[in-house]
């Protein structure tokens, strides 16, 4: 081999080696660049996912505020509903007494809840009804389900189980 021939070699191989290195250090670039732009949609991916769950924490957060608002709200119904309760409690508990107070000082009723009428066999119902009645003109009665109604035109109310109305 000559001389010419072995510079064209080294020149060839230099060449060879220079062309390699370049694609080497144009691929790192490369792929170094892709991993960038890889990573930098990582991240926008991560952002929106991160809004997206703020967003979850805060409808969270506003259902667990409703659920709590809820809740006051059950209870303070409750409230009102045991304060109404205890309301018509009393309520029904000052209708007794006012019975008993007027079967007290009506002369017709005995102590075993029967009139001196109906041990007659007949019931005077009128009488009834007058002595019956209060200030401003109406009856205070008892229906069957012990609930106590107002009767105003002065008639007996339909299965009453005030002693006085009661046909034995």
Known sequence: MDT???VLIIVVAVVVIAVVIVAVVIGRRK???MNRHRAEELREKAAEEAIGAHQAKAESAQAEAA???????ANRLRKDAERHAEKAGEA???VEEHLRHADKLDPNVKDDGGTDRDRAGHTDRATDRDQARGDDGE???RDRTGRDSTVRDGSPTEGSTRE???NS
Not at 67 to 73: C, D, H, P, R, S
Request: hydrophobic share 25%.
């Open 139 to 141: 009856r205070l009665t």
């Open 92 to 94: 029904h508990e000052r």
């Open 67 to 73: 659920a709590l608002q809820a809740e006051v709200e």
């Open 164 to 166: 006085g109305d009661r």
């Open 31 to 33: 792929k170094t660049e």
């Open 4 to 6: 010419g021939q072995l």
